[in-house]
């Protein structure tokens, strides 16, 4: 996680939980702090196109899924990924591995609601 991107603070505290709440950046906020690079937008656009394609019967390989129920630490959320990558490497002619990154609590049990 990129520790440029700050949340910004609300002035009033929680009633419930005595805990100060922070609302969380735009999509616009995020774009400016987190510009992609240009080589990061046609991978991104490369690989949505390699999905479609194995989606649509145009590319025989095995679409996979992975990654944990929910993402609760980013550090090893970014190890994980890291690692997965150079599977993704290894097995890229047989399939396609992408990682689910889901950060909010599933719905399971009460308590923690993620990242």
């Known amino acids: 996680m990129n520790s440029s991107v700050s ?12 805990a100060l709440t ?4 735009s999509s616009l906020q995020l774009k400016q ?8 937008t ?17 590319d025989s390989r095995l ?7 929910s ?5 090893s959320a970014l190890e994980y990924a ?3 990558a150079r599977l993704a490497t290894e097995v890229s002619d047989e399939m396609l591995l992408v990682m689910r990154a889901y950060v909010e609590k599933p ?9």
């Open 107 to 115: 719905r399971t049990t009460v308590g923690w609601k993620g990242l």
């Open 82 to 84: 890291s690692h997965l």
């Open 7 to 18: 949340a910004l603070p609300l002035s009033t505290l929680s009633p419930a939980n005595e």
């Open 22 to 25: 922070m609302r969380l950046p």
């Open 71 to 75: 993402i609760h630490d980013p550090q």
């Open 63 to 69: 679409l996979v899924i992975v990654g944990p129920c």
């Open 42 to 58: 046609r991978q991104v656009a490369a690989h949505r196109q390699a999905v479609r394609a194995i989606l649509n019967a145009e």
């Open 33 to 40: 702090q987190l510009p992609l690079t240009n080589a990061l």
